[in-house]
């Protein structure tokens, strides 16, 4: 019985925490339990949304910056050359 005042209650303290909602509660506790796991169900669904679009966004970069990555190449190689033709003048 020292669970209430030294921390976390333990199983008897459960068992009575439980049966004292079930008593203030009554008829409306399996409802409000039903949506607090509908609940969690859509903010896991969300968070699988993010975790997908972040790795979309992240594959779009990637190709973003290796297609940058080549017009880069490409300028340079056209820099150099310019820079050989203007040395032949």
Same mark, same amino acid.
Do not use: C, H, Y
């Given at each position: 019985? *020292?669970?209430?005042?030294?921390?976390?209650?333990?199983?008897?303290?459960?068992?009575?925490?439980?049966?004292? $909602?079930?008593?203030?509660?009554?008829?409306?506790?399996?409802?409000?339990?039903? /949506? +607090?796991?509908? /609940? *969690?169900?859509?903010?896991?669904?969300? +968070?699988?949304? %993010?975790? %997908?679009?972040? #790795?979309?966004? /992240?594959? #779009?970069?990637?190709?973003?910056? /290796?297609?940058? =990555?080549?017009?880069? $190449?490409? %300028? =340079? =190689?056209?820099?150099? @050359?310019? &820079?050989? @033709?203007? $040395?032949? &003048?």
């Amino acid at each position: 019985m *020292l669970g209430f005042i030294t921390g976390l209650p333990g199983g008897t303290e459960w068992i009575i925490i439980l049966i004292i $909602a079930l008593l203030i509660f009554g008829k409306r506790l399996p409802d409000v339990m039903r /949506s +607090m796991g509908q /609940s *969690l169900k859509q903010f896991k669904k969300g +968070m699988e949304d %993010v975790d %997908v679009g972040t #790795e979309e966004e /992240s594959d #779009e970069i990637d190709k973003s910056r /290796s297609k940058g =990555e080549k017009e880069d $190449a490409g %300028v =340079e =190689e056209r820099e150099e @050359g310019e &820079d050989a @033709g203007n $040395a032949e &003048d």
